[in-house]
């Protein structure tokens, strides 16, 4: 676990490949204000502390995730699900993935595992 965690800003764009941007990016093409950016920034990192204590306390690592922000009417949303398919997880004893990892890289049983994360989620803490 890195300390801090790592954040990074990707432009959501499909025709350029949701590209990796930082700061003076958003800032100079308008996409986002500096003070805009630093409550991104505080946001993420708020929700990276809830959810790594939440995994935790059910046996599963939160390895990375991704969030998505969007405006609606002027305003900031997050606008994004947490599942296996926006997480990296692993059970945090066998160190098995249990996300789309095992889809992307054939490992299989991946109905199996997302149905483990499910009943790890639901849980009462470990």
């Known amino acids: 676990q ?13 025709d350029l490949h949701d590209p990796l941007i930082n700061d003076c990016h958003a800032v100079t093409f308008g996409w986002a204000t500096q003070e805009e950016l630093d409550m991104l ?6 929700v990276n502390d809830l959810m790594v204590e939440y995994f935790k306390e059910r046996k599963i690592r939160l390895v990375d995730f991704k969030l ?15 599942s296996p398919d926006g997480c990296r997880l692993w059970h945090s004893e066998t160190g098995e993935k249990m996300d789309k990892d095992r889809f992307r890289f054939s490992m299989g049983s991946v109905e ?4 483990e994360v499910y009943n790890l989620v639901c849980s009462e803490k470990k």
């Open 2 to 14: 890195f300390n801090p965690p790592i954040l990074e800003f990707f432009y959501k764009n499909d």
């Open 41 to 46: 920034r505080k946001y993420g990192y708020k």
């Open 68 to 82: 998505e922000f969007g405006r609606h009417k002027g305003e900031i949303l997050l606008g994004d699900e947490i």
């Open 112 to 115: 199996e595992k997302y149905r």
